[in-house]
């Protein structure tokens, strides 16, 4: 099957297919593009510290044969991330302080954000959540009708933002399953 052939089959698919498919090394990646991973300051350790997510439908808005494409940066892991600097923080938002319950960020006043999911559909190499204790903090289906009654009784609150992640890798029955209930909060502006 030919490159062309492959895309084509590839991008019939379902999105949870195409992501199930997605380059996840950096070799693979490199021969889709036609780069010779040696050239580039690629880092499998700065892989292995936050992982190579690349759909093909993504790579293939990628110039061939160009190291230097600006959404290929987006999404190298390479050698720099690994350097140390001294005002470096782990938390470079303050989401942890913020984190009320598990799931949820409060750091604005009428306003929270509930962590749905620690996955996106592609994972770019200046993510500032890319440390975030996901498996302590991800709002859970077991959570969520906690968090939604606490959203409830708290008036104070008027807007609700999904994030993770991207709450958009959520089932479609979970998604809206979470919209109507957060829709059925009178205190929530719309």
């Known amino acids: 099957m030919s490159q062309s052939q492959h895309e084509t089959a590839h991008f019939s698919k379902n999105w949870q297919q195409q992501l199930a498919e997605a380059f996840t ?3 693979d990646l490199c021969r889709y ?4 991973p040696a050239d580039l300051s690629v880092s499998t350790l700065a892989q292995q510290n936050f992982a190579l997510r690349v759909p ?3 790579a293939a808005c990628m110039e061939k044969g160009n190291p230097h494409d600006p959404l290929l940066r987006q999404v190298l892991p390479i050698k720099d991330e690994l350097l140390l600097y001294p005002d470096y923080n782990n938390d470079p ?3 942890l302080p913020a984190a009320t319950q598990t799931g949820v960020l409060h750091k604005y006043q009428g306003r929270v954000l509930l962590i749905n999911t620690g996955s996106c559909a592609i994972n770019c190499r200046y993510c500032f959540r890319r440390n975030f204790p996901y498996a302590d903090l991800q709002l859970g289906k077991q959570q969520e009708q906690a968090v939604i009654q606490s959203i409830q009784n708290d008036t104070s ?3 609700v933002i999904l994030s993770g992640g991207d709450p958009l890798l959520l089932s479609d029955a979970r998604l809206t399953r979470l919209i109507e209930q957060i829709n059925q909060i009178d205190h929530i502006k719309r």
């Open 25 to 27: 090394n950096i070799e």
């Open 33 to 36: 593009l036609d780069l010779n």
């Open 56 to 58: 093909l439908s993504f």
């Open 93 to 95: 938002v303050g989401d």
């Open 157 to 159: 609150i008027h807007e």
